[in-house]
């Protein structure tokens, strides 16, 4: 798989790790740490990745997931699996995501759909 991405159960490690961390640390200083680290992932054909992109907007955007956003979208990629959606659009209440079904990938990940325009996507799973 590509060095660029990152799993769902790192980042649920991390936001674990990240909750117990001292107040004086800022989660922006942990995050980096963990952006800039090469990670490669095996195992579980279920898992889904992040890419370095969506990382990197994760970020950008201030957008902190929890793991229960982690299992929604572990369900909508089961959904558009089921329904052969290759590049499925996923919105939930707090989050915007373009996906591989193919990679278990996230592609990109935003916060809201104003102003936006989504092409090369074939189906949307409403979350």
């Known amino acids: 798989m590509d060095n660029n991405i990152i799993s769902s159960k790192r980042i649920e490690a991390f936001l674990n790790t990240t909750r117990n961390q001292h107040k004086n640390k ?13 990670l490669k992932v095996k195992g579980d054909e279920k898992e889904i990745t992040f890419s370095k992109h969506s990382m990197e907007r994760l970020q950008k955007r201030n957008i902190n997931l929890k793991e229960e956003d982690i299992k929604k979208l572990e369900n909508a ?7 052969n959606i290759k590049t499925p659009l996923i919105v939930s209440d707090n989050l915007i995501c373009v996906a591989d079904t193919k990679s278990r990938t996230i592609i990109t990940v935003m916060d809201t759909m104003k102003d936006k325009v989504f092409t090369n996507v074939d189906g949307v799973v409403n979350i």
């Open 26 to 38: 800022t989660e922006g200083n942990e995050f980096d740490k963990m952006l800039n680290t090469k």
């Open 77 to 83: 990629f089961e959904k558009a699996e089921e329904k």
